[in-house]
């Protein structure tokens, strides 16, 4: 905790180095990334547009870490106990770049950004603070999430931003491996039992509303061409490639109206306040603890 | 074998650190060492990249570093970390796939691929070598690696999953 890392074996490193800031070891608060630590060599901090838009999906990416989180321990077999524990870090992972690439723009590190905003200044959309519902739930979800960031990544590894576009190649790989996941099991509950296909129909109808989000453009892309992609482009393969799962699942898109959703203007459902109580609590209670 | 010059030995001083999740894997093995120099003011300079993301063992990994410079008498150190190009399984050299096996962790299987690939590549099991084995979860202990187990022996192991 705070202050106690006296007599730590690294600490000389801070002498030899020259201040804690730099040391090697890990001794900023909460282990937090330097901004140099994910940003390619020589590269310059982020454009206050490029900064927004990495905060755009550092919060998805993080909201959806903290709920997923939730499912550690309570999985319905100890398999997929570990594969969600293993998305969950995952994601972590891609909003820890991704909030450090922003937070460089603007002197603040990931902790800053992940613990010490408000509700209103969170970007994320109103999917990943959803409610994790029962095992569909966190399945479509996923699957959404999933096809979405495999398409969002993979276009980004083009971005003239070489940092967003490192980051995306790192990311891409490990989403690889999430889609194929709640592909899976798309289609064994789809194909399963007539309750599994039942609860599957329900969740899709339920997390729709909240899919159109997703591809709202805004005109922040308008300052970012060849930076960022404009996520209306992304819509038309997401529906070909969920629309073609679903077929094979026995499920079908659902008809239901989107809801008005303005996650990215700071506007939230209730539920992100809750998240976010949760995940800050510690920090903002003991300021600057490292563990 | 005693490296000659001074990059040599940098080298050597790194690749002693081993990953803490899987100890017979020096980073270099693994292929996360990306580079090590020093530089004019005589701070090394060491470079690494993560397996995964959000690996935690990639913490572990810099203070270890850290530590074995300061110890070889190095007194300034600092381990960046880069991200591209981004890593892969095939940059584990042959010997550490051969220590991951003996380890008991069956090391990845083939090179990575990109797209559809419908065949699946037998995965052997570190214990009895037998081909007749089966996944049982893609995602294992840690992120780098599936659970598997095996049909012949019964035991079950990990898999050091590709990542291409």
């Avoid at chain 1, 999933?146 to 989403?175: C, G, N």
């Avoid at chain 2, 096996?101 to 065949?119: D, F, N, Q, S």
Wanted: proline share 5%.
């Amino acid at each position: 905790m705070s202050g106690t890392s006296t007599g730590h074996a690294a600490d000389h490193s801070l002498d030899s180095y020259g201040d804690a800031a730099a040391s090697a070891t890990r001794v900023t608060p909460g282990n937090a990334l330097r901004p140099e630590d994910i940003v390619l060599q020589d590269t310059a901090p982020a454009s206050e547009a490029a900064a927004q838009y990495a905060l755009r999906l550092g919060d998805d990416a993080l909201v959806y870490a903290q709920r997923m989180a939730h499912w550690v321990s309570r999985a319905p077999e100890l398999e997929e106990d570990v594969a969600l524990g293993n998305i969950t870090l995952d994601q972590l992972g891609h909003a820890r770049s991704f909030l450090t690439y922003a937070g460089k723009a603007w002197g603040k590190t990931e902790d800053d950004l992940a613990y010490f905003r408000e509700e209103e200044e969170f970007t994320s959309v109103h999917l990943v603070e959803q409610p994790n519902g029962d095992f569909a739930e966190t399945t479509v979800r996923g699957l959404f999430l999933a096809i979405y960031q495999h398409l969002l990544y993979t276009r980004l590894l083009d971005s003239a931003d070489e940092t967003l576009a490192a980051i995306s190649a790192k990311a891409l790989k490990e989403v690889d491996y999430h889609l194929e996941h709640f592909e899976m099991w798309t289609l064994r509950l789809g194909l399963g039992t007539d309750e599994s296909a039942r609860r599957m129909r329900v969740a899709l109808d339920k997390l729709w509303p909240y899919v159109d989000e997703l591809f709202t453009d805004e005109p922040l892309y308008d300052e970012l061409e060849g930076v960022a992609v404009r996520p209306s482009t992304l819509r038309a393969d997401w529906d070909a490639r969920l629309g073609e799962l679903l077929e094979r699942a026995g499920l079908a898109v659902p008809q239901v109206p989107y809801a008005m959703c303005h996650g990215r203007r700071g506007e939230h459902s209730e539920h992100l306040g809750y998240i976010l109580a949760e995940m800050q609590v510690l920090a903002r209670k003991h300021p600057g603890a490292t563990w | 074998m005693t490296p000659t010059t001074a990059t040599g030995r940098l080298h050597e001083i790194a690749s002693r650190v081993t990953d803490p999740e899987i100890p017979v894997l020096t980073i270099a093995d693994l292929g996360i060492l990306r580079d090590v120099a020093q530089g004019g003011d005589g701070t090394v300079v060491v470079t690494i990249t993560p397996t995964y993301s959000g690996c935690p063992a990639m913490d572990a990994i810099r203070q270890d570093l850290e530590k074995e410079f300061t110890e070889a008498g190095y007194e300034r150190v600092r381990v960046d970390l880069v991200l591209s190009p981004a890593w892969s399984t095939d940059w584990i050299t042959d010997e550490g796939k051969a220590k991951l096996e003996e380890y008991g962790i069956a090391p990845p299987t083939g090179k990575g691929h990109r797209g559809t690939v419908t065949l699946g590549m037998t995965v052997k099991c570190p214990h009895c070598h037998s081909l007749n084995t089966r996944e049982l979860s893609r995602f294992g202990s840690t992120s780098c690696k599936a659970l598997y187990s095996c049909r012949d022996c019964l035991e079950p192991f990990d898999y050091f999953k590709v990542l291409s």
